[in-house]
C-alpha cells in the first residue's frame, strides 16, 4: 500500500514562507518522478513543480525564482520551500509520485493560506 502524507501547511502572511514535506512509503522511491501539484478553490489542479529521478527539475512559471523542490531518496522524502508567498498561492498542495500510468499515487493535500 503506497502513502504519501503531506505536511507544513498553514496560514501565512504575505511575503511570508513555508516548507512543504511529503513522507512517501513507497519501495523504489528514487525511481518516482515526484511533483507537487496545487488547487485553488474553483479552479483546476496544476503542477506547481516536479523532480525527476535524476534530480532534474521543472517549475511553472509563477514560482520560478520563489519555491524550490527537493528530495532525500534516502529518507524517501520530497520538500517544497516556499517563499515570497502572494496571495495567489493560496491553494490545496498535493505530493504526487508517478512512475508509470499505472502507478501513480497522490497524498491527501494540505492547506496553504496567504493572507494579511
Known amino acids: 500500500q503506497v502513502q504519501l502524507v503531506e505536511s507544513g501547511g498553514g496560514l501565512v502572511q504575505p511575503g511570508g514562507s513555508l516548507r512543504l514535506s511529503c513522507a512517501a512509503s513507497?519501495?523504489?522511491?528514487?525511481?518516482?518522478?515526484m511533483g507537487w501539484y496545487r488547487q485553488a478553490q474553483g479552479k483546476q489542479r496544476e503542477l506547481v513543480a516536479r523532480?525527476?529521478?535524476?534530480?532534474?527539475?521543472f517549475y511553472r512559471d509563477s514560482v520560478k525564482g520563489r519555491f524550490t523542490i527537493s528530495r532525500d531518496n534516502a529518507k524517501n522524502t520530497l520538500w517544497l520551500q516556499m517563499n515570497s508567498l502572494k496571495p495567489e498561492d493560496t491553494a490545496v498542495y498535493y505530493c504526487?509520485?508517478?512512475?508509470?500510468?499505472?502507478?501513480?499515487?497522490w497524498g491527501q493535500g494540505t492547506q496553504v493560506t496567504v493572507s494579511a
Open positions: 504526487n509520485a508517478y512512475y508509470s500510468s499505472s502507478s501513480e499515487y
Open positions: 523532480i525527476n529521478s535524476g534530480g532534474s527539475t
Open positions: 513507497v519501495s523504489a522511491f528514487r525511481a518516482y518522478a
